[in-house]
């Protein structure tokens, strides 16, 4: 969360309730919603640390809030952020482990385990696929983050796939 | 069998092996299979696995070495070439991988054709036709030639052609499989969306976005069914749930 809320000062100053719902107006139904909790506590350690500073506005009939602004320690930050490229996600391997493991305990079956496994993956891609329908249309960003789910979890079926084609040959 | 209607579909024992240059292969070896009205089922599996080969037993279009295979509760057994294909006019629609339409003449045509074989006036089969290119979204491309067509709209028609005259049963051979994934999101909805108007419909597909639409999953393997399993819509409890596998890092 640290990362994007700088990402979002960086236009402008903003308070901790803005900031909320510019990542909803921007994630749209697809992601979770931001707790503004968390979103109050990390703009504090965000504060702490350097990167933005805040400021408290009067309001006539509320309790004051504060307005943030990044920092020039904020905008590098950020830039760097930018600058580095992200590891790849991993692979599912607890997973993994259980499949390699099961035939030495007698204890589970490994085309048992895979269909177990599949099962949960296509209910997981139906909700998806619902969450996909359900969302705005012109929200790409949304969009854009589910079908990377989806072809994540793709993947993790094709691979799926290969174990059972590979343990039954076995059998 | 003895409780509720007949099942649209049902096939008990299907074998059928290919024999062409080098060894048999054994596409389906001892297939069971139900399919209740209004149900929608996806059928998954690797290439090479035989879903094909039973999708196109269970449309008739290749005989099995072994098994039967019932249609509404009527029994397919003695069926010639000719009675498979007045009855699939009629009880089941098809769509395949590469649509398959008849590239001479018009969409209208493609779509009224099948209506005209199978008894329809004139008139109705072009009522029909509008309503069904209508609704999928095809409105002025009737007097198009299908290479006209991108690949999607051509498939969207081969979904009009095979649906016009509104049979029980639609098979769907990889039908997004020549699609980008804008158009295999096209043909997702609107299978869903004839699956939510009560229409059964059997599919087969390595996609699983594809076949996650679907309310029955089954895998297939080397022949033969490996997992049959029903689609809930509430996820299995689980750390994070649904909106885990969407987490962007903390």
């Known amino acids: 969360m640290r990362l994007p809320l700088l990402a ?7 308070h901790g309730y803005e900031l909320k719902q510019d990542l909803e107006r921007m994630l749209g139904s697809a992601y979770p ?11 504090g350690r965000l504060e702490k640390s350097g990167l933005i500073e805040g400021e408290d506005v009067e309001q006539s009939s509320r309790p004051n809030k504060k307005v943030y602004h990044l920092t020039d320690a904020g905008r590098e930050a950020l830039s760097a952020w ?3 490229t992200e590891d790849e996600p991993r692979v599912r391997d607890e997973f993994f482990m259980k499949l390699a493991l099961a035939p030495q305990t007698g204890l589970a079956d490994q085309i048992a385990l895979i269909n177990k496994q599949r099962r949960q993956y296509l209910t997981t891609m139906r909700n998806l696929s619902k969450l996909a329908a ?9 969009h854009l983050l589910i079908e990377g789910a989806m ?3 793709q993947a993790d079926l094709d691979w799926l796939e290969r174990c059972q084609e590979e343990l039954e040959e076995l059998e | 069998m003895s409780d509720g209607p007949a099942p649209v579909l049902h096939a008990e024992g299907l074998v059928k092996t290919h024999y062409g240059e080098g060894a048999p292969a054994h596409a389906v070896r001892g297939v069971d299979l139900s399919v209740t009205r209004g149900e929608f089922v996806a059928i ?4 090479g696995a035989g879903k094909s080969t039973l999708l196109h037993l269970l449309g008739g279009l290749l005989r099995p070495d072994s098994g039967r295979i019932e249609l509404d509760g009527v029994s397919t057994d003695n069926w010639s070439e000719a009675r498979w294909a007045v009855e699939r006019r009629k009880r089941i629609g098809i769509v395949f991988q590469f649509f398959n339409l008849v590239s001479n003449v018009s969409v209208a045509d493609n779509v009224e054709l099948p209506a005209l074989l199978a008894g329809a006036s004139p008139k109705k089969a072009r009522t029909e036709r509008e309503e ?26 081969a979904l009009a052609r095979a649906l016009v005259n509104h049979p029980p049963l639609l098979l769907a051979d990889e039908p997004a499989g020549s699609l980008d994934s804008k158009g295999t999101r096209e043909v997702m909805r609107l299978l869903s969306r004839f699956h939510q108007r009560g229409q059964t419909i059997l599919l087969v597909t390595h996609d699983a976005r594809l076949a996650s639409a679907a309310d ?3 895998s297939f393997f080397d022949g033969r069914i490996a997992d049959d399993a029903a689609l809930t819509d509430t996820a299995p409890p689980r750390r994070g749930g649904i909106s885990g596998v969407l987490e962007l890092r903390d």
């Open chain 2, 132 to 157: 069904l290119l209508a609704e999928l979204g095809l409105d002025g491309k009737e007097r198009s030639m299908p290479g006209e067509l991108s690949g999607g709209e051509q498939q969207r028609v």
């Open chain 1, 82 to 84: 930018f600058e580095e």
């Open chain 1, 134 to 142: 359900a969302e705005d249309r012109d929200n790409r960003i949304a």
């Open chain 2, 216 to 218: 029955r999953v089954i």
């Open chain 1, 33 to 43: 919603q931001p707790n503004v909790g968390q979103i109050y506590v990390t703009l």
């Open chain 2, 44 to 47: 998954t599996g690797p290439s």
């Open chain 1, 151 to 153: 072809l994540h979890l």
């Open chain 1, 8 to 14: 979002l000062l960086a236009r402008g100053p903003a």
